[in-house]
């Protein structure tokens, strides 16, 4: 299912299928240093379950992204649950060849539309290892604000904390 369009990428739910996809982003050990490296492939197949699920619940997930008029899988953009029962948390990974190309504030500017049209959500939160700029860049465009440095229990260990108040 479709669920946002920009001039260059669809995004779509995700889909049992997308599993060769996701391990070329999720099982690469490059594209994931900052993210709690490679996931196995075991790993990521429950991964892939559990947004599916968690889409069919919430109506958020992780999106697949896809590169509009190739119809090539370039990475993934959307939702992870709430941390600590705050809001929910925006992601983002793209592979390494499509990196340097503005997808990773494109599809994310498509999610915020999504998350405050759709969800009806008023605010979204993002952590990221601080060592990755890169990442922090996006935040920035996409005008979060940096809010401080908070214990993540996904990555289990401190890291800077963003918000962005829709």
């Known amino acids: 299912m479709i669920l946002a369009e920009t001039d260059r990428l669809i995004l779509r739910t995700l889909r049992e299928d ?18 709690g490296g490679a996931g196995t492939k075991e790993m990521e197949i429950k991964s892939l ?17 896809i590169l509009k008029h190739e119809h090539l899988f370039v990475g993934f953009c959307g939702f992870n649950p709430p941390h600590q029962n705050g809001p929910v948390e925006l992601m983002y990974h793209f592979a390494k060849d499509h990196w340097k190309k503005g997808y990773a504030t494109e599809a994310a500017q498509a999610c915020i539309i999504y998350a405050k ?6 605010r979204i939160t993002a952590y990221i290892d601080p060592d990755n700029i890169k990442s922090e860049n996006v935040l920035i465009k996409l005008g979060y604000l940096y809010k401080g440095i908070e214990f993540h229990s996904g990555s289990k260990k401190l890291e800077p904390f963003y918000e962005l108040v829709l």
């Open 18 to 35: 997308d599993i060769d996809h996701l391990m070329s982003i999720w099982g690469n050990e490059e594209v994931m240093q900052y993210s």
């Open 49 to 65: 379950r559990f947004y599916m699920n968690l889409f069919a619940e919430k109506r958020y997930s992780p999106f697949a992204v």
């Open 117 to 122: 049209s759709v969800l009806n959500l008023d």
